[in-house]
C-alpha cells in the first residue's frame, strides 16, 4: 500500500488552525488545531502500523520495530506540531512528516532494522501558549519542575493544568522520565531550515552544528491608571514609558555584542484604552548568542536600565527569567555518524531552540536542515520546496538506515 508522502502530508494539513486575524497557523498546544493534528498524525501512524503511546508529558511515540526488539537503544526522531502565532505550516510539521515518510523509504528499502524507531511529536515546542519553549522536552529530561508549569497561566488566564485536562490529558503524570529517555540512543530532528545558510550555499539539506544559548524573560512593570486627558505631564507614573526604555534598552545592549540577538515581539498595556494611562505593561525578552555569558550580560544590562527608568517614572518593574537554554553543540559521534550517511553534507548552527537541543543533555541528538527559500521562519513565508522535502526525507532515511543497522 502507498502511503501519503511528506508533501502530501503538508498539503493535509494546510487547512488546520489557519489563523484568518494574523495570517498563517496560529496551533497553540492543547489547542483544538493542535489536538487535531495531534489526531492527524496518529491516524497516519496508525495506518504504518506503528504502535501509538503518549506519555505522561503528553508527547507521542509511534513505534516501528518490525522484529521486537524493544526500546534498549531505540533511535528517535520527529519534531512538533504546535506553532507560534501567525507562524508557517513547517516550522514542527516539516520534520513530522518526513518522519513518517522516512519509515517508509526504509520499509520499502527492506531495511532489517537492529533496534527500534520511535516518531516522536513534541508538544508546546513554541512555548506560545505558556512561555517556556519545548515545554514537553523540558518536563520529561527534568530541565523545567512540574510544581512551576501546573500553574503556568496562557494569555486568558487559563492554567497549563486547565488546559491539559480540557484536551484529555492527566496534568499530575507531566514530569521527569529517565527511564524513556535513556534507552534512547539517538534522536534526530529534521526541521526547515530557518536563516539563510542553505540559500548561500545553494544545497538542500544540512547538518547541525549547535544551538545558541537563548532565553525568554518576563518584564512586569506597574504604573498608575488615569485619564489621557485630565493627568498633567508631570504627575503621570506611566509603565508604557518605562516599557519603550526596556525596549530601547534592549536593542542598544544587543548592538553592542556581535551577532547577539534580542527581540521584544510580544507586548500587553493593561488596561489597552487610547485614552486611558496604562496601569501595568507586561513584556517579554527573547534573548541570544552563541555564548551564555554574552546573553547574561544583554539581560543584566536591560535590567539595570528597566530598574533605572521605572525609578525616574515612578513606576516599580521585576524581571523574571521564563526559560534559559545554554549553548547546545550536538553530539560530535552521532553528527560523524549521520556524516557518513550524508556525505559532504554542509554543517550549519542555528539561532532557533530545538526539543533536539533540550535532549542533547541526556541522549546524544542531532538535526537536519532543508532548505527554505525565503529564509524567513516564524512567518507564513516560511516554506520548503517539494524537491527539497523530499531529498529531506531521503537523507533523514539515511541517516535513520545507518543508525539502526549499525
Ligand atoms: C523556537 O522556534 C525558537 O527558537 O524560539
Ligand atoms: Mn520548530
Ligand atoms: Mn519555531
Ligand atoms: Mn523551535
Not at 529530561?141 to 497561566?153: F, N, R
Not at 530532528?189 to 548561500?200: C, K, P, S, T
Amino acid at each position: 500500500m502507498a502511503f501519503a508522502d511528506a508533501n502530501e502530508l503538508l498539503c493535509q494539513i494546510e487547512r488546520i488552525g489557519v489563523d484568518a486575524e494574523r495570517g498563517g497557523y496560529s496551533r497553540p498546544v492543547f489547542s483544538e488545531p493542535e489536538m487535531e493534528l495531534r489526531r492527524w498524525f496518529m491516524r497516519h501512524a496508525e495506518r504504518r502500523g506503528l504502535e501509538l503511546e503518549t506519555d505522561g508529558n503528553g508527547i507521542i511515540w509511534a513505534w516501528w520495530d518490525p522484529a521486537g526488539l524493544g526500546r534498549d537503544g531505540a533511535i528517535a526522531t520527529g519534531s512538533h506540531l504546535d506553532s507560534v502565532p501567525g507562524g508557517g505550516n513547517f516550522d514542527g510539521p516539516l520534520g513530522v512528516a518526513s518522519a513518517l515518510a522516512a519509515v517508509d523509504v526504509l520499509v520499502g528499502r527492506g531495511v532489517k532494522p537492529a533496534r527500534a524507531l520511535a516518531v516522536a511529536v513534541f508538544p508546546e515546542e513554541e512555548g506560545s501558549r505558556f512561555g517556556i519553549a519545548c515545554l514537553g522536552s523540558r518536563l520529561a529530561t527534568g530541565v523545567s519542575d512540574p510544581a512551576t508549569v501546573h500553574g503556568l497561566t496562557d494569555a486568558r488566564g487559563i492554567t497549563y493544568d486547565e488546559a491539559a485536562r480540557g484536551a484529555g490529558f492527566d496534568p499530575s503524570l507531566i514530569g521527569p522520565d529517565p527511564e524513556r529517555l535513556a534507552a534512547l540512543g539517538a534522536f534526530v530532528e529534521l526541521h526547515v531550515e530557518q536563516g539563510r545558510g542553505l540559500i548561500d550555499l545553494d544545497r538542500p539539506v544540512a547538518l547541525a552544528g549547535g544551538i545558541i544559548a537563548h532565553g525568554r524573560w518576563h518584564v512586569r512593570i506597574d504604573g498608575r491608571g488615569d485619564h489621557a486627558g485630565a493627568t498633567r505631564m508631570a504627575d503621570r507614573q506611566d509603565p508604557v514609558v518605562v516599557a519603550a526604555r526596556v525596549i530601547e534598552s534592549l536593542r542598544e545592549q544587543t548592538l553592542a555584542i556581535d551577532e547577539a540577538r534580542g527581540t521584544v515581539g510580544r507586548v500587553q498595556v493593561t488596561p489597552g484604552g487610547t485614552n486611558v494611562i496604562a496601569s501595568a505593561v507586561d513584556l517579554w525578552l527573547d534573548v541570544r548568542h552563541r555564548g551564555d555569558a554574552e546573553v547574561r550580560t544583554i539581560v543584566a544590562g536591560v535590567t539595570a536600565a528597566a530598574v533605572a527608568a521605572a525609578e525616574a517614572e515612578g513606576c516599580t518593574v521585576t524581571v523574571t527569567e521564563q526559560s534559559f537554554s545554554p549553548t547546545v553543540d550536538f553530539d560530535a559521534e552521532l553528527r560523524d555518524a549521520m556524516a557518513s550517511a550524508l556525505p559532504g553534507a554542509p554543517v550549519l548552527d542555528t539561532g532557533a531552540g530545538h526539543d533536539a537541543g533540550v535532549l542533547s543533555e541526556v541522549v546524544p541528538s542531532g538535526m537536519l536542515f532543508v532548505r527554505n527559500p525565503s529564509g524567513a521562519s516564524h512567518t507564513p513565508a516560511e516554506h520548503a520546496e517539494p524537491a527539497d522535502v523530499a531529498a529531506g526525507v531521503v537523507a533523514l532515511a539515511d541517516v535513520l538506515e545507518h543508525l539502526l543497522t549499525r
